[in-house]
T-cell receptor, first 113, second 117 residues
C-alpha cells in the first residue's frame, strides 16, 4: 500500500542533542500525526496537526504541518534516554477514506547517555 | 481519555488453531476501529477497517476468511485468525478513532504478540 517517505531511518545521538525527522508524501492529507512506539507496545500519539502551516509543541517536541499539506517534521529538543523508540509519522485521509491512516517507515532513535 | 485496550497481550498456540483478539475502547464509543499488522522494526500495515454493525472493509491482499472481524458493539471489535499457521505469527495492533467529529486521531491498543508453533 501507499507509504509516506520518512527520514532518517535511524539516528544515534548523545543525550542532550536535538533531533529532527521528517515525512513527505505525494498525496495531500487532512491531518498529520506523530506517534512514538516502545518495544512490544502500541504507538502512542505525540502530536496531531490539523491545519496547513500549523506549528504545535508538546513539551520538548515540536511538529509542523507543511504548507503544501504533503509534508511534516518533528523536532525533539534536549533528548533524554527515555526518548528511545520508534517514531512514526502518519497522514490521515478524509472524504470516503475517513480516518484511514498511512504510516511512514519509522525512525529508530537511539540516545546514548 | 481515549484509552484503547487490547487482549490478550501475548498468545502462543499450535498451528491449525484459531485465535481471537479483542479490542475495546474503554472510555469512548468507537463506530470505527482499525486492525494493523506489524513485523519487527517495520511500519504498521493496515489490514482492515472495522465498522460497528456492518461488514469490515479489508485492504487489498488481506484474506477475509483468514482474518475474521466482528464489531458487534460500539466498544468492542474482535479479530479472529482462523486456522493459524507459523506465517501468521506477528504483532497485531488495533486502534480506534475518538469521537468529536472531523479527523480525530486514532488511539492504539498495546498490541498482541501472536506466535504460532
Amino acid at each position: 500500500g501507499q507509504q509516506l517517505n520518512q527520514s532518517p531511518q535511524s539516528m544515534f545521538i548523545q543525550e542532550g542533542e536535538d533531533v529532527s525527522m521528517n515525512c513527505t508524501s505525494s498525496s495531500i492529507f487532512n491531518t498529520w500525526l506523530w506517534y512514538k512506539q516502545d518495544p512490544g507496545e502500541g504507538p502512542v500519539l505525540l502530536i496531531a496537526l490539523y491545519k496547513a502551516g500549523e506549528l504545535t509543541s508538546n513539551g520538548r517536541l515540536t511538529a509542523q504541518f507543511g504548507i503544501t499539506r504533503k509534508d511534516s517534521f518533528l523536532n525533539i529538543s534536549a533528548s533524554i534516554p527515555s526518548d528511545v523508540g520508534i517514531y512514526f509519522c502518519a497522514g490521515q485521509e478524509g472524504g470516503t477514506s475517513y480516518g484511514k491512516l498511512t504510516f511512514g517507515q519509522g525512525t529508530i532513535l537511539t540516545v546514548h547517555p | 481519555g481515549a484509552v484503547v485496550s487490547q487482549h490478550p497481550s501475548r498468545v502462543i498456540c499450535k498451528s491449525g488453531t484459531s485465535v481471537k483478539i479483542e479490542c475495546r475502547s474503554l472510555d469512548f464509543q468507537a463506530t470505527t476501529m482499525f486492525w494493523y499488522r506489524q513485523f519487527p522494526k517495520k511500519s504498521l500495515m493496515l489490514m482492515a477497517t472495522s465498522n460497528e454493525g456492518s461488514k469490515a472493509t479489508y485492504e487489498q491482499g488481506v484474506e477475509k476468511d483468514k482474518f475474521l472481524i466482528n464489531h458487534a458493539s460500539l466498544t468492542l471489535s474482535t479479530l479472529t485468525v482462523t486456522s493459524a499457521h507459523p506465517e501468521d505469527s506477528s504483532f497485531y495492533i488495533c486502534s480506534a478513532t475518538a469521537p468529536g467529529g472531523g479527523n480525530q486521531p486514532q488511539h492504539f491498543g498495546d498490541g498482541t504478540r501472536l506466535s504460532i508453533l
